[in-house]
């Protein structure tokens, strides 16, 4: 999934800074969530891109981001913090002499995005002397003036800060009754508006909403002092507060009687169901050595496709442009120019989607402008593509960006990164009984 957890709880931190254009909009609160009007950004984006191409630049693109994050902690059946915090910016990226530069600023107003965008083509020519093979991009047509919004029913942030703590402080409730000793609890909530602008013709505005209702129960043994805990069984997904409606059609019971969630959560009954299984563990007997058939639970999967396909998929990792904590790649390009290598068994394909509704990494555009699609990356266990940009498909010999480049933030510049990565489910639809059957 993409951005990963980490990246999800990352809050960034950052003072808003005054729009020239238009400054009595600068004390918009995070409950009114007033949005910089699109005339008003286009005219900054303007200036922006107007100062690149003046400037020597052949490419440049725009982002005016203004990033929300709110969460709501609690410790049994109290609450422990409300914490919010807004970032807004730009960040300008240009290709000038063949390379690329990228320069950001917190001074959103004429001056300041003009500087930002000069500073962009002034880097970009300094590192020109370094380069060895000049910047290709695959052509994305403008779009002209359009927006996407993440198809939400209900806004996180103007769900009132009570409502948050009383559902947080009845899930603790829950746990305890339940016979957890402890609960700590936190909804975290993250609004991106992102408006893009390119010299390709292109201006975008979005509007994305996540949401991730997190716990943990713990429950104490007082006659040995052990301890034990279960954690939520919720995702952090690409949806609005209605995630936590928890209705009854979002839900699949498995053979044992657990429950798995889809698009809708029940954090009161899942807090309990913790608690319970919390208990559970105290007096589980040690596992006995043997053979045994193993049945992975789906978020077992979900982490071995993250690391095992996403991660190795990334076209700049495979490349060698990138190398962390990770790792590299072992999918080289060799393998793919095989045309044989096997993956897994004929039934696994394996796919990337940013359009997925409700995930984590869905969005209408990525941060290069580029309108996101659905791509195969295994197909019937055979290695046949990989996650790239505009400024990489040209090196799998493709002519079209597959839509993943993203930034976490205005002041960070966009690169590739991971879409939703998921296994294709297969053509019969099965039960969870049937799943497990042979």
């Not at 052949?58 to 913090?81: F, H, K, Q």
């Not at 970032?87 to 003009?114: C, H, K, P």
């Not at 927006?147 to 806004?155: A, G």
């Not at 510049?413 to 019969?428: C, E, H, I």
Request: charged fraction near 20%.
């Amino acid at each position: 999934m993409h951005p990963d957890r980490r990246r999800f709880l990352g809050l960034t931190t950052g003072a808003a800074a005054g729009v020239a254009l238009a400054p009595h909009l600068l004390h918009a609160t995070q409950g009114a969530l007033t949005r910089i009007p699109s005339d008003d950004r286009k005219a900054l984006a303007d200036i922006a891109l107007n100062a690149a191409r003046d400037g020597g630049a052949s490419y440049a693109d725009v982002r005016i981001g203004r990033y929300l994050n709110r969460s709501v902690s609690s410790r049994e059946r109290a609450i422990t913090g409300v914490n919010s915090s807004e970032s807004y910016g730009v960040g300008v990226r240009v290709i000038a002499e063949g390379t690329w530069g990228f320069a950001s600023t917190n001074d959103v107003t004429r001056d300041g995005v003009a500087r930002a965008a000069k500073q962009a083509v002034a880097i970009a020519k300094a590192n020109a002397v370094l380069q060895t093979e000049p910047v290709r991009l695959a052509p994305v047509r403008g779009h002209g003036e359009v927006s996407w919004r993440t198809p939400i029913r209900t806004n996180a942030f103007e769900v009132p800060i009570a409502q948050q703590a009383e559902l947080l402080i009845s899930a603790g409730d829950a746990a305890l009754k339940a016979g957890a000793n402890f609960f700590n609890a936190t909804i975290f909530a993250v609004n991106e508006q992102k408006y893009f602008a390119s010299t390709d013709g292109s201006y975008i505005d979005q509007d994305v909403h996540r949401l991730w209702p997190n716990f943990n129960a713990t429950a104490v043994d007082p006659s040995t002092g052990k301890f034990q805990s279960r954690s939520t069984l919720a995702s952090p997904v690409g949806m609005g507060w209605e995630y936590l409606d928890g209705r009854p059609d979002t839900k699949t019971t498995t053979p044992a009687g657990g429950i798995v969630y889809g698009l809708g959560y029940d954090i009161l009954e899942d807090a309990a169901a913790a608690a319970r299984d919390a208990r559970a563990k105290l007096s589980a007997k040690s596992v006995v050595p043997g053979k045994y058939t193993l049945l992975l639970d789906p978020s077992h999967l979900w982490l071995t496709i993250h690391e095992s396909v996403g991660h190795p998929l990334e076209l700049d990792r495979v490349l060698g442009y990138e190398a962390n904590y990770a790792g590299t790649s072992f999918a080289t390009l060799d393998k793919w120019q095989s045309k044989s290598f096997r993956y897994g068994s004929d039934i696994v394909t394996l796919y990337a989607d940013k359009k997925e509704p409700g995930s984590l990494g869905a969005v209408g555009y990525d941060d290069e402008g580029v309108q996101t699609r659905e791509w195969d990356l295994v197909t019937k266990g055979i290695l046949t593509n990989y996650q790239a940009t505009r400024d990489q498909v040209h090196m799998i010999g493709q002519d079209a960006s597959h839509g993943c480049s993203y930034a976490d933030n205005w002041s960070s510049v966009q690169f590739q990164r991971m879409p939703n990565v998921s296994l294709r489910p297969g053509t019969t639809p099965k039960t969870p009984a049937e799943l497990v059957s042979n």
